[in-house]
């Protein structure tokens, strides 16, 4: 029994990629853990399949529902490389909307996973408060020369370019922040990877900004218009990462189910206890709601509605059930669940980071609170 059923959208899409992730991914999903290693290979093998990108308006017959279901199959057997997905995901679609024409031929090599790309907000005085950054561009007759470091950015380690926030005018708070697109070569990394406890293999580091020139052209969207761009970008991202934690969540609940058929104590398997049968019902209930929270935020951004309280309700409440879903599903598998050599562990380890990322979850209940409190 899955908690996949004869509804789901887009059948042939759901079959092509759960045939690509049963080859291509699952078989390495553990050893990417292990060793927090970049899947570079795998990254293009993607591109290739035509597999990055989903969520682009523009992609001829996609749509936000289909990388939705495409981002939960992935995440199933490796939330790793869903994660990677997410972030090349969120800056073709930054460039997309409000790149240059030359800045949007960066989009094609990315898609086709022959380039990596990164977006670089967060720095290590300003995670929840991005307002806070203090990383500056400063003008330079027709140049801006950034200066700053930019922590904990998922890709960088890899990336051949970023989308980097930067203030313009650090009196202007929020209106005072502006993207750049910056080239490797123009940044260079810092510590990285870091060690993480989860998620591990998306190259996520650190960014040096040490006196990088870059012309006008640089500049993505409007000056002082750079954090709108972000949380705009953020909506949509965290629809991806409510796919993301359904996807860690549907495959620790379907091992317990397996497991807890087969597993016998007293006589007859551990899936006859009343008291296991109804953590497993509460289970499949919980990951049906997130994903038709992620399902409704999907189909809003698809109708070209606004969809920022149902994103943010998407995301708090998958990363949530991820978390709970994990931590039960490695309490049904007892001892076993507890060793490295069952991915339970790594499921919790996975998805502890859906509530921290893209806004931690408190931040989501503020944004919910702004949205629906005033
Ligand atoms: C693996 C990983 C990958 C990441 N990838 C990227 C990336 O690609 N690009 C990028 O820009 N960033 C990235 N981040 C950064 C991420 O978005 C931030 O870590 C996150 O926004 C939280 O910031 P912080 O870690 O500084 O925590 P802090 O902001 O210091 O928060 C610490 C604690 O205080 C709580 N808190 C803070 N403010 C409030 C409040 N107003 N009310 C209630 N509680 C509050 C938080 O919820 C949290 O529990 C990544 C982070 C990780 C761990």
């Not at 759960?18 to 970049?38: G, K, W």
């Not at 027709?142 to 930019?150: I, N, P, R, S």
């Not at 409007?222 to 796919?243: F, N, V």
Request: aromatic fraction near 6%; glycine fraction near 10%.
């Amino acid at each position: 029994m899955t908690t996949r059923g004869e509804e789901d959208p887009k059948p042939e899409l759901i079959e092509l990629v759960r045939r690509f992730v049963a080859e291509e991914v699952a078989p390495h999903a553990a050893s990417i853990d292990r060793e927090n290693a970049f899947p570079g290979d795998l990254y293009r093998r993607m591109g290739d399949e035509g597999l990055l990108g989903l969520a682009r308006p523009q992609g001829a017959g996609k749509s936000t529902l289909e990388w939705a279901v495409w981002i939960e199959e992935l995440a199933a057997a490796s939330a790793t490389v869903a994660d990677i997905v997410c972030s090349a995901d969120l800056v073709a679609l930054i460039l997309d909307e409000h790149g240059t024409d030359e800045q949007k031929t960066r989009v094609g090599p990315l898609l086709a996973g022959e380039t990596v790309g990164a977006f670089a907000l967060t720095e290590a005085q300003a995670g929840s408060n991005a307002a806070a950054i203090e990383t500056v561009a400063r003008r330079e007759g027709d140049a801006y020369v950034l200066e700053g470091t930019k922590a904990w950015i998922t890709c960088a380690q890899a990336a051949d370019w970023a989308i980097v926030l930067a203030k313009t005018d650090p009196e202007a708070g929020t209106r005072g922040i502006t993207a750049f697109l910056v080239e490797r070569g123009d940044f260079t990394n810092g510590e990285g990877p870091y060690d993480t406890m989860g998620q591990r293999g998306t190259a996520v580091g650190e960014f040096h900004l040490d006196g990088c020139r870059v012309n006008e052209g640089a500049v993505v969207g409007e000056q002082g218009r750079g954090y709108r761009l972000a949380m705009k970008a953020l909506d949509t991202g965290r629809i991806g990462i409510a796919a993301l934690a359904v996807g860690i969540a549907r495959a620790a609940y379907e091992a317990a189910v397996d497991f807890a058929g087969s597993r016998e104590q007293f006589g007859q398997t551990i899936a006859s206890f009343q008291g296991l049968r109804w953590m497993l019902v509460d289970m499949a209930t919980d990951i049906e709601a997130a994903r038709l929270l992620s399902h409704k935020a999907a189909t809003l951004r698809d109708a070209g509605l606004r969809h920022t309280t149902e994103s943010a309700m998407a995301k708090l409440r998958a990363s949530d059930v991820a978390m709970k879903v994990t931590v039960d599903a490695l309490q049904i598998h007892g001892a076993s669940g507890y060793s490295r050599d069952l991915p339970l562990e790594r499921y919790v380890r996975d998805a502890k980071l859906t509530q921290i990322y893209e806004g931690t979850n408190q931040i989501q209940r503020e944004v919910l609170a702004r949205q629906l409190l005033g």
